[in-house]
């Protein structure tokens, strides 16, 4: 945690590659012309466990870039995103259509950061993953509306910045990966299940 009381995120980017293209205002050749930042971010195949953490590194890398300081994990036992973090305390979600299908996800909230400014980031990072937004539900909550951003790519991914309904957060940002039945994701999921039966067991023994 950095001096003014908000949160320094450490991603990584591992296997998921960011490309950047700059274009000169006077064409492809141009001068002296000021120059235009294209970012994409191509997030892999998301496939496996770890495929899937890295990319949340990667994520977590252009909210830190867009949003900047102030985001905050949502997670008992710190503020900070890190890929050991989650790899060793949040399992794989099962909110997916198939059968054991399962995918990663990340939630952070921030109490500073103003709904335009919010909506704004949000439309810019979802440009940069390449993601669809939803323009059915978005809102920019500019009136007595809820302020709602989500995006999707094709294979799944969803990517939502939204008006807290919480008094103490002002935004939440949540994302998630694909879903997939690549066993790295099952193999993690059971082994989270069986140590919370182990810890279940140690406090009946305790008692």
Not at 1 to 11: A, E, I
Not at 61 to 78: F, N, Q
Not at 148 to 153: D, L
Request: charged share 35%; glycine share 8%; net charge negative.
């Amino acid at each position: 945690m950095n001096k003014s009381g908000s949160v320094r995120l450490k991603p990584v980017v591992g296997t998921v590659v960011i490309g950047v293209l700059m274009l000169s205002a006077c064409g492809e050749f141009g001068g002296s012309g000021q120059e235009e930042e294209e970012v994409s971010v191509e997030l892999g195949p998301g496939e496996t466990r770890e495929e899937q953490i890295d990319e949340i590194g990667a994520v977590v890398g252009l909210l830190e870039s867009h949003i900047g300081d102030g985001l905050v994990l949502r997670a008992e036992s710190t503020d900070e995103w890190t890929p050991e973090y989650h790899a060793e305390h949040r399992r794989p979600t099962a909110d997916c259509p198939g059968e054991d299908q399962y995918r990663n996800e990340v939630f952070f909230y921030h109490r500073d950061i103003s709904f335009e400014d919010a909506y704004s980031a949000a439309e810019k990072i979802a440009d940069e993953l390449g993601f669809t937004p939803n323009d059915a539900v978005n809102d920019t909550g500019a009136g007595s509306s809820r302020m709602m951003f989500s995006a999707q790519s094709e294979d799944g991914r969803t990517f939502i910045v939204r008006e807290s309904a919480s008094e103490d957060e002002n935004v939440e940002v949540v994302y998630n990966t694909r879903c997939t039945d690549h066993e790295s994701n099952r193999e993690a999921r059971d082994e989270f299940m069986l140590k919370e039966r182990e810890e279940r067991q140690r406090e009946r023994d305790e008692q």
